[in-house]
């Protein structure tokens, strides 16, 4: 069993920035990744960014040069920094954590960026 737990979520100008983390606790393997994924309003959920146990990234097109994923493998933790944030950055923000063919999610945290 995985928990994760969103936060940081909330309402930003455009332009602005935020900083995304997400918790795990559990029975967590130590080797794994983590990563972001996001629905806005009339889309699909899409995957933001990720980030395995050695620190190797990978991000979509749309948030690359602006997003920045990074973790703390002693507090388990996985944070998502968000600059120059856009409009079409509004949705919901899940927390993905996968290991040994198994993937868990958060509950999500809204970030809504508007003036």
């Known amino acids: 069993q995985v928990q994760l737990v969103e936060s940081g979520g909330g309402l930003v100008q455009p332009g602005g920035s935020l900083r995304l983390s997400c918790a795990a606790s559990?029975?967590?393997?130590?080797?794994?990744?983590m990563g972001w994924y996001r629905q806005g309003p009339g889309n699909q959920r899409e995957w933001v960014a990720d980030?395995?146990?050695?620190?190797?990234?990978n991000y979509a097109d749309s948030v690359k040069g602006r997003f920045t994923i990074f973790r703390d493998n002693a507090k388990n933790t996985v944070y998502l920094q968000m600059n120059s944030l856009k409009p079409e950055d509004t949705a919901v923000y899940y927390c993905?954590?996968?290991?040994?063919?198994?993937?868990?999610w958060g509950k999500g945290t809204l970030v809504t960026v508007s003036s």
């Open positions: 993905c954590l996968s290991s040994r063919g198994m993937d868990y």
């Open positions: 980030i395995n146990s050695g620190g190797n990234t």
């Open positions: 559990g029975s967590i393997f130590s080797i794994n990744v």
